[in-house]
């Protein structure tokens, strides 16, 4: 099966530009999440959604970070205006079911430099 | 707040050894704890992963144990091969959530050949 897919995979801007990623999960997964990945730590949940509502979104910046899923598929997350503090890998990740059992299967990431 | 503990940060053994990663959490509520793997540039895949009502689970050289009383688990790699040479990461679930999940800073494990 096709696997998670993030674009773009790198992105370069100056601080107080905007900016957006994409992620499409895994056909017939429920759940998708957004990780937020600095260099030398492990993941951190901003947002959980199950099928296109929000589960938890108690990690999200809200001042500056934003995502939607329309229609329970893809889903964008975007910053607005960056900080330089939000250099890191964005992970999409996305599991089939709706319990805490589930494997949770990751994208490649988008790896977000600002200057 | 929740937290997961992860220790070593660096691990370095030499082929055939076994290596031993620890993880704490805080969270008396976490009822599954996996394990991620992340190659260099790469995104985490699952490795093994442990559910709360047991204590030990083992798949070929890799094995967890979970001590619920303690709140540690610990992952076991024995026989190690140079492509074992990755980032591992634990994670514990959030209590009370459908699939958070809390993770640990990571140990970069190095298998010299």
């Known amino acids: 099966e096709a696997g998670v897919a993030q674009s773009p995979r790198y992105k370069i801007i100056e601080k107080r530009q905007s900016v957006a990623f994409w992620c499409n999960p895994i056909s017939g997964h429920a759940t998708l999440y957004w990780y937020q990945q600095i260099l030398g730590q492990g993941p951190k949940l901003l947002i959980q959604f199950q099928n296109n509502g929000v589960v938890d979104d108690s990690q999200l910046p809200k001042d500056r970070f934003s995502a939607e899923r329309l229609k329970g598929v893809d889903s964008t997350l975007k910053i607005q205006p960056a900080k330089l503090e939000d250099s890191a890998v964005y992970l999409c990740a996305s599991s089939y079911g709706t319990s805490g059992y589930n494997e949770q299967f990751f994208g490649p990431g988008t790896r977000l430099t600002v200057l | 707040g929740e937290n997961v503990e992860q220790h070593p940060s660096t691990l370095s053994v030499q082929e055939g050894d076994s290596a031993v990663i620890k993880c704490t959490y805080s969270d008396s509520a976490s009822n599954y704890f996996p394990w991620y793997k992340q190659e260099l540039g790469k995104r985490p895949q699952l490795i093994i992963d442990?559910?709360?009502?047991?204590g030990e689970k083992k798949d070929q050289r890799i094995a967890v144990t979970l001590n619920k009383t303690a709140k540690h688990f610990s992952l076991h790699i024995t026989e190690t091969q140079p492509e074992d040479s990755a980032v591992y990461f634990c994670?514990?679930?959030?209590?009370?959530?459908?699939?958070?999940?809390?993770f640990g800073k990571g140990t970069k494990l190095s298998v010299k050949p």
């Open positions: 442990i559910r709360s009502n047991v």
């Open positions: 994670a514990a679930s959030r209590g009370g959530s459908q699939g958070n999940l809390i």
